[in-house]
T-cell receptor, first 111, second 113 residues
Framework: GQQVMQIPQYQHVQEGEDFTTYCNSS?????IQWYKQRPGGHPVFLIQ?????EVKKQKRLTFQFGEAKKNSSLHITATQTTDVGTYFC???????????FGTGTRLQVTL | GAGVSQSPSNKVTEKGKDVELRCDPI?????LYWYRQSLGQGLEFLIY????????KSGLPSDRFSAERTGGSVSTLTIQRTQQEDSAVYLC???????????FGPGTRLTVT
């Protein structure tokens, strides 16, 4: 079945440093979504990418979808303590809206 | 309006007992999902309901797990003869529209002793 891996599993940065998490699928995806889960909370939708090579920005966050639609990345510029949490990518296989969630990257930001 | 709600928020049960977990999705959402998340781990897909279509049960780990969705709204996840490895947070999510972003509930933390 479809597998979605993320690297790194964990990253610890100092506030102001940049952060990137990478998402890789074993199969071609129809779409990819990104979610953020704060400690003790539930996943919250951030964005969806659909087109090959698509790039979207949300303030300090930049999301990319690979040309082959098998990988994606999330880059955070100048991290803040409010960025702490686990970031999950979730890939769609083209069926009605079922997603396969990635393994997640836990981000810790310290002053 | 209200978000996705789940009950109970916490459940402690003895090994071998049956448990029922409830999910109230956002009104009008046609898609409903159940996931399981063990401590510090990712989201494991369990089951997916979409409108009146037959559910996708491909993620259910064993025949001890079952789920219903009544009237296209409320869903109940039932775990029979619970085992210690069933201990986890069970998350429900609902969705609607072309984006099909998933709105998650707060989860039910299940502990099997």
């Amino acid at each position: 079945g479809q597998q979605v891996m993320q690297i790194p599993q964990y990253q610890h940065v100092q506030e102001g440093e940049d952060f990137t998490t990478y998402c890789n699928s074993s199969t071609t995806l129809s779409n990819i979504q990104w979610y953020k889960q704060r400690p003790g909370g539930h996943p919250v939708f951030l964005i969806q990418l659909v087109k090959s090579g698509e790039v979207k920005k949300q303030k300090r966050l930049t999301f990319q979808f690979g040309e082959a639609k098998k990988n994606s990345s999330l880059h955070i510029t100048a991290t803040q303590t409010t960025d702490v949490g686990t970031y999950f990518c979730a890939g769609g296989d083209g069926t009605a809206s079922k997603l396969t969630f990635g393994t997640g990257t836990r981000l810790q930001v310290t002053l | 309006g209200a978000g996705v709600s789940q009950s109970p928020s916490n459940k402690v049960t003895e090994k071998g007992k049956d448990v029922e977990l409830r999910c109230d999705p956002i009104s009008g959402h046609t898609a409903l999902y159940w996931y399981r998340q063990s401590l510090g781990q990712g989201l494991e897909f369990l089951i997916y309901f979409q409108g009146n279509s037959a559910p996708d049960k491909s993620g259910l780990p064993s025949d001890r797990f079952s789920a219903e969705r009544t009237g296209g709204s409320v869903s109940t996840l039932t775990i029979q003869r619970t085992q210690q490895e069933d201990s986890a947070v069970y998350l429900c999510a609902s969705g609607y529209g072309t984006v099909y972003e998933q709105y998650f509930g707060p989860g039910t933390r299940l502990t099997v002793t």
